[in-house]
């Protein structure tokens, strides 16, 4: 598997182009009518999608954000830092970016054992875990199929203390690449963090993916510290950080 090429691949669309966008050094800006929809798994639209490298800025825009490109890009110089960036997009437009770090999977580890994969069966654990993290949320009749298929993918892989699940894995929604890329989501009850679940989790998550024949992603907000780090122990690289708008 090569993990950096397909993450490229999965990014390349996000940013209206094929893979070589990521690799043309400078500022660039791509026009593309993917920001002028609300892609699949999101709630929003992201009207200005901003990978950032070092020595590398690709500005992929819609049709709201159009008018001001040109003056923004001309206002960009090399290097510069991401918050430095973000301070200029704001300016422009008047909304705050939201800032998010990509990864890719470089250094798959070995699994600790102490994960399980769930199946169809666990759903009424899965269940009662689901509505202890999320207490508020009534509306649950999504989630029966939704478990159903990360069971069917192997993609629900759950740590179990005290014969309750408290830490487990899911599986967002992939716009893109479908059959080759997964993400992987992550979420441990409070009172059982610090104890090495979510990374044992993600690291048989992240090898059940690969058996699929997929690439397994990680993606967290830049201000999310513990997601980050967690990326880190379990294989991944940060690829970018990635800055969106929604106008």
């Given at each position: 598997?090569?993990?950096?090429?397909?993450?490229?691949?999965?990014?390349?669309?996000?940013?209206?182009?094929?893979?070589?966008?990521?690799?043309?050094?400078?500022?660039?800006?791509?026009?593309?009518?993917?920001r002028n929809v609300t892609q699949y798994g999101f709630v929003r639209q992201?009207?200005?999608?901003?990978?950032?490298?070092q020595g590398r800025i690709i500005i992929s825009y819609g049709d709201r954000a159009a008018e001001k490109i040109d003056a923004l890009s001309r206002a960009l110089r090399l290097p510069i830092a991401v918050a430095e960036l973000a301070q200029l997009f704001e300016d422009a437009f008047g909304v705050?970016?939201?800032?998010?770090?990509?990864?890719?999977?470089?250094d798959p580890?070995?699994?600790?054992?102490?994960?399980?994969?769930?199946?169809?069966?666990?759903?009424?654990?899965?269940?009662?875990?689901?509505?202890?993290?999320?207490?508020?949320?009534?509306?649950?009749d999504w989630l029966r199929e939704y478990f159903d298929s990360m069971a069917a993918d192997g993609t629900?892989?759950?740590?179990?203390?005290?014969?309750?699940?408290v830490c487990c894995t899911d599986a967002p929604?992939?716009?893109?690449?479908?059959?080759?890329?997964?993400?992987?989501?992550?979420?441990?009850?409070?009172?059982?963090?610090?104890?090495g679940y979510a990374a044992a989790a993600v690291t048989q998550c992240a090898a059940n993916i690969i058996k699929l024949g997929k690439c397994p992603l990680w993606s967290c907000n830049a201000e999310n510290h513990a997601s980050e780090q967690l990326a880190y122990s379990v294989g991944f690289t940060k690829s970018a950080d990635v800055l969106t708008l929604t106008l």
């Open positions: 598997m090569d993990a950096i090429s397909t993450t490229e691949r999965y990014y390349a669309h996000w940013l209206g182009g094929d893979a070589r966008v990521l690799r043309t050094d400078g500022v660039r800006c791509v026009y593309s009518s993917e992201f009207d200005v999608y901003c990978w950032c490298q705050e970016p939201k800032h998010d770090l990509k990864f890719a999977y470089t580890r070995g699994v600790s054992g102490i994960a399980q994969t769930l199946g169809c069966g666990d759903y009424a654990r899965f269940l009662d875990f689901f509505k202890r993290g999320n207490p508020n949320d009534t509306d649950i629900c892989v759950g740590v179990f203390d005290g014969g309750s699940l929604g992939m716009p893109y690449l479908r059959g080759e890329v997964q993400e992987i989501g992550i979420n441990t009850l409070p009172a059982h963090r610090r104890r």
